[in-house]
């Protein structure tokens, strides 16, 4: 069966696929069809082991999954697609910096493709993420999106017409470092006041912990205390959500998507984050017109059949066309 190999690296496990790319060759043509899931496996990093054996385990883990394609579904695969955090050079192939992960300036793209021999596509993890998201997910069928995934930090994929947009430097849709309460909490960014030091689900956590006196409180524990009226949780949830909101406003008066699609953990609270949220959005917006604000549908999964999907779009392109896949030219 014709296949992509998809991974997806994060700061502890990487997730990995085989899917079929039968169902929609085309993806130009048929751009919400889902790829079809052959097999499935996850890999610990390795990263206490330091940034070379994390990139040993990338090439090791993508090589044992194009044998487990050639063995079982009878045939190599005919691309990869691999999803990295941090500072990605997607044009060019690069994984530029991570600090979960150690690694600076990897070539990881021509790596990977001297180890399969196959044409290799490397997105950011988020960005990869969100174009999941919005061609078979939360956002399927809306041609302009944003994607907002709250966890540790956040960071947002800006959608347009079914890719994602990486910017000219590759830094586009860092919306946790919009200031939104100047002069405020340092960030590691180096400026004060960061959306995300403030309504990511860390910071979150870190704020309810500090009320209730329990170091090991989590967001989840916060959004559960909401919903069962604790006053002192509403007060830090509400000071989350509005900052999420005027961060979202900005970003919403800038780009004017037609969808916002919130995920990662602190979107898992449901309507306790998404009811307080619109109305948040609501109160701000002005001229603006408000769009649709809904939850992620792909969870976890997102950031590996987003890579699955970049790998499925390299079938499509010219041999000889070196511009980056997930680039989008107006």
Not at 28 to 49: F, K, M, Y
Request: glycine share 16%; hydrophobic share 45%.
């Amino acid at each position: 069966m014709r296949h992509v190999i998809a991974l997806d690296v994060g700061g502890t496990w990487m997730k990995a696929a085989l899917l079929g790319v039968d169902s929609a060759v085309d993806s130009a043509s048929a751009p919400g069809a889902a790829p079809v899931l052959l097999h499935r496996e996850r890999r610990a990093t390795g990263r206490e082991r330091g940034p070379e054996a994390v990139v040993a385990e990338i090439l090791d883990f993508a090589a044992d999954l194009a044998a487990h394609g050639a063995a079982h579904l009878g045939g190599a695969a005919l691309a990869a697609g691999v999803a990295v955090p941090g500072i990605v050079d997607e044009r060019g192939g690069r994984a530029v910096y991570a600090a979960n992960l150690g690694w600076r300036d990897v070539p990881l793209r021509d790596l990977l493709a001297e180890r399969l021999g196959v044409p290799v596509a490397l997105g950011h993890d988020v960005r990869t993420g969100g174009l999941a998201e919005g061609r078979i997910g939360a956002g399927k069928g809306a041609a302009r999106f944003l994607f907002v995934p709250l966890g540790t930090g956040i960071a947002g994929a800006i959608g347009i017409g079914g890719g994602v947009e990486a910017g000219a430097h590759g830094f586009a849709g860092e919306i946790g470092h919009i200031v939104v309460r100047p002069g405020g909490a340092d960030c590691p960014c180096g400026q004060r006041g960061c959306l995300e030091r403030y309504a990511s689900a860390a910071a979150v956590g870190e704020a309810w912990a500090a009320v209730c006196a329990r170091p090991d409180a989590d967001a989840a524990d916060c959004a559960k205390a909401v919903a069962d009226g604790d006053p002192a949780a509403g007060r830090v949830w509400r000071d989350a959500v509005d900052a999420l909101a005027d961060g979202l406003v900005t970003a919403l008066t800038l780009l004017d998507p037609g969808t916002l699609i919130i995920g990662g953990g602190l979107a898992e609270a449901g309507e306790t984050l998404f009811r307080p949220l619109r109305e948040a959005v609501a109160r701000r917006i002005t001229f603006q017109t408000p769009p649709a604000i809904v939850p992620a549908a792909l969870g976890d999964t997102a950031g590996c059949l987003g890579a699955g999907l970049l790998a499925r779009d390299l079938l499509d392109r010219d041999p000889l066309d070196r511009t980056d896949p997930t680039e989008v030219t107006a």
